[in-house]
């Protein structure tokens, strides 16, 4: 009978999620990763496989977590969850030591060189797009998308993506957050969404 695991998968994964988002995927030495999740070398490659094999897990496990609670926010409203969207970044990256958004990083660090990384990043990327076509169709069947507003809920979707990435980055590279906001109201304002200050 094979000796059962002494340890949580679940959440040693979210510890190693952790690490690589803070750290990145080449800082992270497989020494780095014993000492954060406390367990041996043997027993990572046992339950995840290589570093990259247990880095794609953390991706995935982003993506089923934090991603998806934002995105089923996102989907189910309007012209109210679009601006939500947005005060939750800003807010994330108002905080003193933010760390970006681990897909972002992702697409930076490993994906051009990880097809399967890539992949996941353009998941990620389609499921946004998604998101934000949804609530923009639902902001102008309420009537709250201004007439001067793009009318195409895809290039709506296409820009608010991008924007979402830039602000992203933007952040990672130190703008300021005050900058982020004028930034984050300035594109809602060019694809019609109602004018709100973020705080």
């Known amino acids: 009978m094979a000796r059962p695991k002494e340890f949580d998968q679940t ?24 000492r954060h999740l406390g367990i041996g070398r043997q027993s990572i490659y046992d339950t995840f496989g290589t570093k990259i ?5 953390t991706l995935d496990r982003y993506s089923a977590v934090p ?31 933010p760390h970006a958004c681990f897909m972002v990083n992702s697409a930076v660090e490993v994906a051009p060189r990880d097809p399967q990384v ?13 998101g934000f076509r949804a609530a ?5 069947a309420q009537g709250h998308v201004s007439a001067s507003g793009l009318k195409d809920p895809q290039a ?11 602000l992203l980055v933007a952040s990672k590279a130190g703008v300021p957050v005050d900058i982020l906001r004028q930034t984050a109201e300035a594109l809602l304002a060019a694809v019609g969404i109602p004018k709100r200050t973020f705080s």
């Open 53 to 57: 094999e247990l880095y794609r897990q």
């Open 118 to 130: 890539r992949s996941q990043v353009t998941e990620h990327l389609r499921r946004l797009d998604a």
């Open 11 to 34: 959440s040693t994964l979210d510890r190693a999620m952790d690490l690589f988002w803070r750290q990145g995927y080449e800082a992270t030495s497989l020494s780095d990763l014993e």
């Open 67 to 97: 991603v998806s609670y934002l995105l089923s926010r996102l989907e189910a409203g309007g012209a109210n969850a679009i601006h939500g969207f947005f005060q939750r970044l800003i807010d994330y990256q108002a905080q003193a030591s």
């Open 136 to 140: 923009f169709r639902r902001a102008q």
């Open 156 to 166: 709506a979707a296409r820009l608010l993506t991008s924007a979402t990435l830039g």
